[in-house]
């Protein structure tokens, strides 16, 4: 599966918890992941719901750049999205704690 496709199902789970909703309730935020070996695609967080897309959308309050496994292994809790940060494979350009917040999402969904 690609990152895309994780984050697909992650984004599902999120999208019908009653409590990240309301955690994520004042955010209007795009986040754009950009992949060196894969198509981009962003997502838009708004009203206690995140939207998934495919391509690029300006402006992004945030850019999270890496290889399509690096981000699988960060959604599928694999590898420690700061570690991957520190090591260099990932890079974010832009609101790095709406990344960090989104990324904590992510780890909370999962679970």
Known sequence: MSSKDILSVIIEGVNT????SKEIASWDK???FKLSDSS????HVSQGKFVLEDGEKAPAAATISAADAVLT???TG?????????QGKVK?????????KLTGIISKARK
């Open 40 to 43: 981009p695609y962003y997502v």
């Open 78 to 86: 694999a590898t420690d999205p700061v570690k991957a940060f520190l």
């Open 30 to 32: 795009i986040i754009q």
């Open 17 to 20: 918890n009653p409590a990240v």
């Open 92 to 100: 974010i350009s832009g609101d790095i704690f709406g990344a960090q």
């Open 73 to 75: 292994e960060i959604f």
